[in-house]
């Protein structure tokens, strides 16, 4: 896991409730991502940030918001419009010395919403 | 198109070994890499491969890469009980500078004692 903190680990909610899930950095590092992960699906990304205070849509940003207001920290928004909420979220950071588009990732957080 | 492909399951008894292949279509990706994801956790990198390297080995990992046939494998010799995990595969497209990956669908390996 490094120094990367997600929490809280598991995380319940009640069908249209926003929730934010933290992730926090130590490493320095540039670059921060989100990924959603189903079962038999693999990763997939929601959002992903390079610098501070700018981020890009991944392939499945809908219903998602991010903020990239400090460096160390990369908070997602799961709003009341993503349909399918429940998933294992997992942030990750890279963009280090190298090799060049190794990630690191956090020990993920799962989101059941009821 | 982008797409990375692996099987889903690969059962193996313990001390044998291990193979979990991969396909890609990015070919200008210029690393390639092997996660493992040990139950509820996130993943770790186990190795990666420059794309100029035909074969790279780590103790009991052997990362074998074909570029004519964007195929990637991962061989553990000695499987134990620990080893028992999704291993993902993924790639970084050369084209796109934002560090993405792009990740396979990850494989299950259960190791039988």
């Known amino acids: 896991d490094g120094g990367i903190t997600q929490s809280p680990k598991y995380l319940f909610r009640k069908e249209g409730q926003n ?7 130590n490493l320095n590092h540039d670059a921060m991502y989100w990924y959603r992960q189903d079962p038999g699906q693999g990763l997939r990304l929601i959002y992903y940030s390079q610098i501070v205070n700018d981020f890009q849509k991944g392939d499945i940003a809908e219903g998602y918001s991010v903020s990239r207001e400090k460096k160390e920290s990369f908070p997602l928004t799961v709003t009341s419009a993503q349909k399918n ?19 690191y990732f956090g020990p993920g957080t799962r989101l059941t919403v009821t | 198109g982008e797409d990375v492909e692996q099987s889903l399951f690969l059962s193996v008894r ?16 210029t690393y390639l890499y092997w996660y493992k994801q040990e139950p509820g956790a996130g993943l770790q990198l186990l190795t990666y491969i420059f794309s100029n390297m035909d074969m790279k080995q ?8 074909n570029k004519k046939d964007k195929h990637l494998s991962l061989r553990i010799a000695d499987t134990q009980t620990g ?9 970084s497209p050369q084209m796109d500078s934002s560090y993405k990956l792009i990740f396979g669908s990850g494989t299950r390996l259960l190791v039988r004692p």
Do not use: K, M
């Open chain 1, 19 to 25: 929730v934010t899930l933290s992730c926090e950095q």
């Open chain 1, 85 to 103: 909420p429940t998933a294992f979220y997992l942030c990750a950071t890279g963009g280090g010395l190298a090799p060049v588009g190794e990630q």
């Open chain 2, 14 to 29: 313990e001390g044998d070994s291990s193979v979990i292949n991969c396909t890609y279509t990015d070919s200008s990706s």
């Open chain 2, 58 to 65: 780590d103790q009991r990992l052997t990362v074998l890469l």
């Open chain 2, 83 to 91: 080893d028992s995990a999704i291993y993902f595969c993924a790639e």
